[in-house]
């Protein structure tokens, strides 16, 4: 099976472009996100089958926003504007765009008329706004297809010229028809099929994982989560017995979790697994630091070094390291037009002078991708719907140094969360909750003593792939429990409180 044409989301900036490629794999096509400003020549080398140009949160009258070079719309491939891109598109191809000081922000009913693209939508229809300029006139050769009190072109379209635009966000939750609008655009406009399913993946995945690998031995940084025992199964699908999983204890895990780990593989599994114990070595190296950066890139080192230890005792050298990295994390560790948000031990925290070469058969894929990838493959569903945790595992729920004592308390809070969510029967409603442990001291009051501890922080999040994720409403009643425990159960914690922050502005973990 040969390499799927992708529709290309050109990335104006916020979390649009991101949201826009995971709707656009919801109707199961294959997508990707490339800079705004990636040269023609360059977007029609890589054959896509649409471009998408996403919204952003600048003015097209900005000194220096970003712009879109008008030789895109030459290359016959099918163009879809959103919002902002709408406005580059018309402002282009010659239409009129205008700050009229009427904005839309919010839910907003369109006016519909005959369109390929909202043909399934009905006359009046609900979608999501979120503009100040707006298209006053269309470019010469579209049609204009929808229409708002304060926005004379709120969708257009040359259909001759498979060229489309649209000034809400079919992307959003809050526009219910907004996948229709979509599907429209990749399945009539792009010509192209729903094709990119599980099957399909597990099919394109084994097929370069044996053009990569060759009968070259690998070994697989297992560490019980869906990514990488779905990896692991991947390349064992594609190389059989010349795959070996290491996994390293780092000391870092949550309470019990190395010993389940090795049990369910071993259940579940029938590759060779090295188990590795290195709590000394990782903890010895966090001695001292703070630094959240910094305690990624050692723990990142750490595990490489691990690796290269334990492949220079088995008889068959491997020359590859197969990892779980995913789309978001290649997208948040940073890029031309994404800024870093934190470095992920399996992209950014990798040393340059590492022995292997690396196999990573889920870069492309989200998180929910990767579970029904899990699911088509045959992983138990405690694999597959285990919360997501991340690499560095507990250093990172930690905000400061690392010792052994802050791990017990951060581990031990933790597990009562687990525990509470459970009993609660909230599992299945979160994407993850956790505890993390602050670095500050509060005073309190324990009996007839004054103490003056650490507080920690419970932070429980719902969310569809982690690009973008929501505080959960847990109830109140659950929330006592768990901070009732905490403090009687966990020695050095006397405070714990409650995050109430989404993603953005703040990221699901701390640090």
Same mark, same amino acid.
């Given at each position: 099976?040969? /390499?799927?044409?992708?529709?290309?989301? =050109?990335?104006?900036?916020?979390?649009?472009?991101?949201?826009?490629?995971?709707?656009?794999?919801?109707?199961?096509?294959?997508?990707?996100?490339?800079?705004?400003?990636?040269?023609?020549?360059?977007?029609?080398?890589?054959?896509?089958?649409?471009?998408?140009?996403s919204?952003?949160?600048?003015?097209v009258?900005?000194?220096?926003?970003? *712009?879109?070079?008008?030789?895109?719309?030459?290359?016959d491939?099918?163009?879809?504007?959103?919002?902002?891109?709408?406005?580059?598109?018309?402002q282009?191809?010659?239409?009129?765009?205008?700050?009229?000081?009427?904005?839309?922000?919010?839910?907003?009913?369109?006016?519909?008329?005959?369109?390929?693209?909202?043909?399934?939508?009905?006359?009046?229809?609900?979608?999501?706004?979120?503009?100040?300029?707006?298209?006053?006139?269309?470019?010469?050769?579209?049609?204009?297809?929808?229409?708002?009190?304060?926005?004379?072109?709120?969708?257009?379209?040359?259909?001759?010229?498979?060229?489309?635009?649209?000034?809400?966000?079919?992307? $959003?939750?809050?526009?219910?028809?907004?996948?229709?609008?979509?599907? &429209?655009?990749? #399945?009539?406009?792009c010509?192209?099929?729903?094709?990119?399913?599980?099957?399909?993946?597990?099919?394109?995945?084994?097929?370069?994982?044996?053009?990569?690998?060759?009968?070259?031995?690998?070994?697989?940084?297992?560490?019980?989560g869906?990514?990488?025992?779905?990896?692991?199964?991947?390349?064992?699908?594609?190389?059989?017995?010349?795959?070996?999983?290491?996994?390293? @204890?780092?000391?870092?895990?949550?309470?019990?979790?190395?010993?389940?780990?090795?049990?369910?593989?071993?259940?579940?599994?029938?590759?060779? =697994?090295?188990?590795?114990?290195?709590?000394?070595?990782?903890?010895?190296?966090?001695?001292?630091?703070?630094?959240?950066? &910094?305690?990624?890139?050692?723990?990142?080192?750490?595990?490489?070094?691990?690796?290269?230890?334990?492949?220079?005792?088995?008889? @068959?050298?491997?020359?590859?390291l197969?990892?779980g990295?995913?789309?978001? @994390?290649?997208?948040?560790?940073?890029s031309?037009?994404?800024?870093?948000?934190?470095?992920h031990?399996?992209?950014?925290?990798l040393?340059?002078?590492?022995?292997?070469?690396?196999?990573?058969?889920?870069?492309?894929?989200?998180?929910?991708?990767? +579970?029904?990838?899990?699911?088509?493959?045959?992983?138990?569903?405690?694999?597959?719907? &285990?919360q997501?945790?991340?690499?560095p595992?507990?250093?990172?729920?930690i905000?400061g140094?690392?010792t052994?004592?802050?791990?017990?308390?951060?581990?031990? !809070?933790?597990?009562?969360?687990? /525990?509470?969510?459970? +009993?609660?029967?909230?599992?299945?409603e979160?994407?993850? *909750?956790? !505890?993390v442990?602050?670095?500050?001291?509060?005073?309190?009051?324990?009996?007839?003593?004054?103490? #003056? @501890?650490?507080p920690? $922080?419970?932070? *429980?999040?719902?969310?569809?792939?982690?690009?973008? !994720?929501?505080?959960?409403?847990?109830?109140?009643?659950?929330?006592? &429990?768990?901070?009732?425990?905490?403090?009687?159960?966990? %020695?050095?914690?006397?405070?714990?409180?409650?995050?109430?922050?989404?993603?953005? %502005?703040?990221?699901? /973990?701390? /640090?």
């Amino acid at each position: 099976m040969g /390499e799927p044409r992708p529709v290309l989301v =050109l990335d104006y900036g916020a979390q649009y472009a991101q949201l826009i490629a995971r709707r656009v794999r919801e109707c199961h096509v294959f997508s990707e996100i490339v800079p705004f400003d990636l040269p023609p020549s360059e977007i029609e080398a890589r054959r896509p089958a649409g471009l998408i140009l996403s919204g952003g949160p600048a003015s097209v009258y900005e000194p220096g926003a970003p *712009a879109v070079d008008p030789h895109l719309f030459e290359l016959d491939i099918p163009v879809l504007g959103i919002c902002y891109g709408q406005q580059l598109m018309a402002q282009a191809l010659g239409g009129r765009v205008e700050h009229t000081g009427l904005r839309e922000y919010g839910r907003t009913t369109i006016s519909v008329t005959k369109s390929v693209l909202l043909q399934d939508l009905p006359p009046e229809e609900t979608v999501w706004m979120s503009h100040a300029d707006a298209v006053t006139q269309a470019p010469p050769g579209f049609a204009v297809t929808a229409r708002t009190e304060s926005a004379p072109v709120a969708a257009m379209e040359d259909p001759g010229r498979r060229l489309f635009g649209v000034q809400f966000h079919p992307e $959003v939750a809050h526009t219910p028809r907004g996948l229709d609008v979509l599907k &429209r655009f990749l #399945y009539d406009g792009c010509d192209l099929l729903p094709d990119w399913t599980p099957a399909n993946v597990i099919e394109r995945a084994v097929e370069r994982i044996r053009l990569q690998v060759g009968q070259a031995h690998a070994l697989c940084a297992l560490s019980g989560g869906v990514d990488s025992s779905v990896a692991a199964l991947l390349v064992h699908k594609a190389i059989g017995k010349n795959l070996t999983c290491v996994f390293v @204890d780092t000391g870092l895990m949550r309470a019990a979790e190395a010993g389940q780990v090795v049990e369910t593989f071993g259940e579940h599994f029938q590759v060779p =697994l090295v188990h590795v114990d290195r709590e000394e070595l990782f903890l010895s190296r966090l001695e001292g630091v703070s630094d959240p950066e &910094r305690k990624r890139s050692i723990i990142g080192e750490q595990f490489i070094r691990v690796f290269e230890a334990a492949a220079g005792e088995l008889a @068959d050298q491997p020359r590859f390291l197969v990892q779980g990295t995913l789309y978001p @994390d290649v997208i948040e560790s940073g890029s031309r037009t994404a800024a870093k948000i934190k470095s992920h031990h399996n992209v950014g925290g990798l040393p340059e002078d590492m022995d292997f070469e690396l196999v990573e058969p889920l870069r492309e894929l989200f998180k929910d991708e990767v +579970r029904e990838v899990g699911t088509e493959l045959g992983l138990p569903e405690e694999i597959v719907w &285990r919360q997501p945790f991340p690499g560095p595992g507990l250093a990172v729920r930690i905000v400061g140094e690392v010792t052994r004592d802050r791990l017990a308390a951060v581990r031990g !809070a933790d597990r009562i969360v687990q /525990e509470e969510i459970r +009993r609660a029967g909230l599992a299945g409603e979160l994407w993850q *909750a956790f !505890a993390v442990l602050l670095s500050v001291k509060t005073v309190g009051v324990m009996g007839d003593g004054r103490t #003056y @501890d650490n507080p920690v $922080v419970i932070r *429980a999040v719902t969310s569809e792939d982690a690009m973008t !994720a929501d505080w959960a409403r847990i109830p109140f009643d659950v929330l006592e &429990r768990m901070a009732s425990r905490i403090v009687a159960e966990v %020695p050095g914690v006397n405070r714990v409180v409650y995050d109430v922050t989404s993603k953005p %502005p703040g990221t699901i /973990e701390w /640090e």
